[in-house]
């Protein structure tokens, strides 16, 4: 069971490229999220799908795109980087979306460091 | 806008010492968890505890919640290398459709053999 996957580990782009984060996750979980981990800022929320067909935005969510593509997939797109994109990003996924009381727990991917010159 | 904030940032400990972390958060909540992060890693849940439950116990770990000072804690007995991690908590934050989990910046634990 591999849970939260994540590609690539490491990217360097140079400003105004573009690049795709892919996210997977086998736990059939119906919401998955996209956070950024910055020293200081702790994690921020990009963007996040509380389930499949809908997305919504997060704290940070300007700069970025994402696509639902299937209930398994959830991929972060950067347009045109910059580098205050340079950071560590998460993909996560929960079994239902937060707002149920049930208390859900998140599984996290294990992150990609994007560095943007 | 940070939900949770952990106090101390940093705590630096004796192997067999232990380790207390506090969150403060600022509104309501119907539960409080927490998450550790060894260093180069994804975050992995530790302990939830909901807004009924004062006090819960998970192995080494003791989480006690006060809602009436928006405060929790995360208690570490008997402190080993291998807990060197950053500790986050985090809540549920209802806004728009739905609603998204919410870190505070942690606070980094590091023991010393």
């Known amino acids: 069971n591999a849970g939260v996957t994540q590609t690539p580990k490491f990217q360097v782009l140079k400003t105004g490229q573009s690049m795709t984060l892919q996210c997977a996750q086998d736990?059939?979980?119906?919401?998955m999220y996209w956070y950024r981990q910055d020293p200081g800022m702790g994690l921020r929320l990009i963007y996040y799908?509380?389930?499949?067909?809908?997305?919504d935005k997060g704290e940070v969510p300007n700069g970025y795109n994402v696509s639902r593509l299937n209930k398994r997939e959830f991929s972060l797109r950067l347009e045109s980087a910059a580098p205050s994109q340079t950071s560590v990003y998460f993909c996560?996924?929960?079994?239902?979306?937060?707002?149920?009381?049930?208390?859900?727990?998140?599984?996290f991917g294990e992150g990609s460091w994007l560095t943007v010159v | 806008s940070q939900q949770g904030e952990e106090d101390p940032q940093a705590l630096s400990i004796q192997e067999g010492e232990n380790a207390t972390m506090n969150c403060s958060y600022k509104?309501?909540?119907?539960?409080l968890q927490w998450y550790r992060q060894n260093s180069g890693r994804g975050l992995v849940h530790l302990i939830l505890i909901r807004s009924n439950e004062r006090e819960k116990h998970s192995g080494r770990l003791r989480v006690t919640l006060d809602t009436s000072k928006k405060s929790s804690s995360l208690l570490i007995t008997a402190s080993r290398a291998a807990d060197t991690a950053s500790y986050f908590c985090?809540?549920?934050?209802?806004?728009?459709?739905?609603?998204?989990?919410?870190f505070g910046k942690g606070t980094k634990l590091s023991v010393k053999p």
């Open positions: 509104t309501s909540i119907n539960n």
């Open positions: 736990m059939n979980h119906n919401s």
């Open positions: 996560a996924s929960s079994e239902n979306p937060g707002h149920l009381i049930s208390g859900n727990t998140i599984y």
């Open positions: 985090a809540t549920w934050r209802y806004g728009g459709s739905q609603g998204n989990l919410i």
């Open positions: 799908s509380a389930s499949e067909g809908t997305t």
